[in-house]
C-alpha cells in the first residue's frame, strides 16, 4: 500500500494505492475518515506505515510538531499524546520507522522563519515517548527537502538510518550517511558517510525534495527531485539505485 495527502481542502484526504485481483492494474480508492478528529491542513509532512498497529503515522508539516494516528481498521484519526519534549516543529523532513525497534526516527528539515536541521529526534513507540539523540562522527550538514530509510549497513550487517541528498537554501547535496541507531553500549548515533567502496564512480546529482524508498534494507530507489542552480533539470525524471551492498548508485532504464 501507498499512501498520500491531498491539501486541496481543509481536510485530510487519504488515497489507498491497491492491487486489484482481477486483472494487474493498479486503482486508486478515496478513503473517507469515518470519525473525528481530523488533522489540521499542513504541507510536506512525512508519512509512515507502522504494520505492527495496522496503521499510519503523520508528523507534523504544520510546524507544531504534532503527531497523528490514522488507524486502517476503523478509518479513524486520533492525535498521539506524547511526552513535552518534542522536536522543533518542521517541514521536509525525513521520517524512519522500524518496528522491530519499535521507534520513529525524525530528522533534517525546515521551520517556518527558514532555518535548517541536522538533528535526530527518537520517538519509543512502546512509551510514546521523545528523546533527541546526539550524532558523532561525520555529522550531515544542516538540509531539508531529503530522501532517507532504514537501510543495512554492509559491514555490520544491521539495519542503519539512510539519509541522503536535500538542501540548506544555498547548496544542493549529494552526500549519502548511514547513521547507527543508539544502544546501551553507545548512547549517541554514530554516522558515517556513505560514499560507497569505490571512488570511480560519481553519485546522483545534487537535488532536494526528491522522493525515495527501500526494498528490503538492501536497495534504496530515488526518483525525481529538484536540481536548479546549476546541478540538475528541475524537476527531474531520473531513477537512482542504491545497492546497499556495494554502495554505488546506478541509474534506472528510460523505457
Known amino acids: 500500500r501507498q499512501m498520500t495527502l491531498d491539501q486541496k481542502t481543509n481536510h485530510f484526504i487519504l488515497f489507498v494505492l491497491i492491487l486489484t485481483a482481477s486483472a494487474e492494474q493498479l486503482q486508486w480508492r478515496k478513503y473517507h475518515p469515518l470519525c473525528e478528529p481530523m488533522p489540521p491542513p499542513r504541507r510536506r509532512p512525512c508519512m509512515v506505515?507502522?504494520?505492527?498497529?495496522?496503521?499510519?503515522?503523520?508528523?507534523?508539516?504544520?510546524?507544531?510538531?504534532?503527531?497523528?494516528?490514522?488507524?486502517?481498521?476503523?478509518?479513524?484519526?486520533?492525535?498521539?499524546?506524547?511526552?513535552?519534549?518534542?522536536?522543533?516543529g518542521r517541514d521536509s523532513h525525513v521520517c524512519i520507522l522500524d518496528d522491530s525497534r519499535s521507534t520513529l526516527a525524525v530528522l533534517t528539515g525546515e521551520t517556518s522563519d527558514k532555518k535548517f536541521f541536522n538533528d535526530l529526534w527518537i520517538l519509543d513507540l512502546l512509551q510514546m515517548r521523545w528523546s533527541q539523540v546526539e550524532i558523532e562522527g561525520d555529522i550531515p550538514k544542516?538540509?531539508?527537502?531529503?530522501?532517507?530509510?532504514?537501510?543495512?549497513?554492509?559491514?555490520?550487517?544491521?539495519?542503519?538510518?539512510?539519509?541522503?541528498?536535500?538542501?540548506?537554501?544555498?547548496?544542493?547535496?549529494?552526500?549519502?550517511?548511514?547513521?547507527a541507531y543508539p544502544s546501551s553500549q553507545q548512547p549517541n548515533a554514530m554516522s558515517e558517510r556513505y560514499g560507497g567502496f569505490r571512488r570511480d564512480y560519481t553519485p546522483p546529482f545534487a537535488r532536494c525534495l526528491?522522493?525515495?524508498?527501500?526494498?528490503?534494507?538492501?536497495?534504496?530507489i530515488?526518483?525525481?527531485?529538484?536540481?536548479?542552480?546549476?546541478?540538475?533539470?528541475?524537476p527531474s525524471d531520473d531513477l537512482q539505485v542504491l545497492d546497499a551492498t556495494s554502495g554505488i548508485w546506478t541509474k534506472g532504464s528510460q523505457c
Open 49 to 88: 506505515f507502522w504494520p505492527s498497529n495496522n496503521s499510519l503515522l503523520v508528523y507534523d508539516g504544520t510546524f507544531r510538531s504534532d503527531l497523528w494516528r490514522y488507524d486502517l481498521t476503523s478509518q479513524c484519526w486520533d492525535e498521539v499524546v506524547t511526552n513535552d519534549r518534542t522536536p522543533p
Open 222 to 234: 530515488m526518483f525525481g527531485g529538484c536540481g536548479s542552480l546549476g546541478y540538475g533539470p528541475c
Open 142 to 179: 544542516a538540509r531539508y527537502g531529503s530522501v532517507g530509510g532504514s537501510m543495512m549497513n554492509p559491514l555490520t550487517g544491521t539495519s542503519n538510518i539512510f539519509l541522503s541528498h536535500g538542501f540548506d537554501a544555498l547548496t544542493r547535496h549529494d552526500d549519502s550517511f548511514l547513521i
Open 210 to 220: 526528491a522522493s525515495g524508498s527501500v526494498i528490503n534494507q538492501t536497495k534504496f
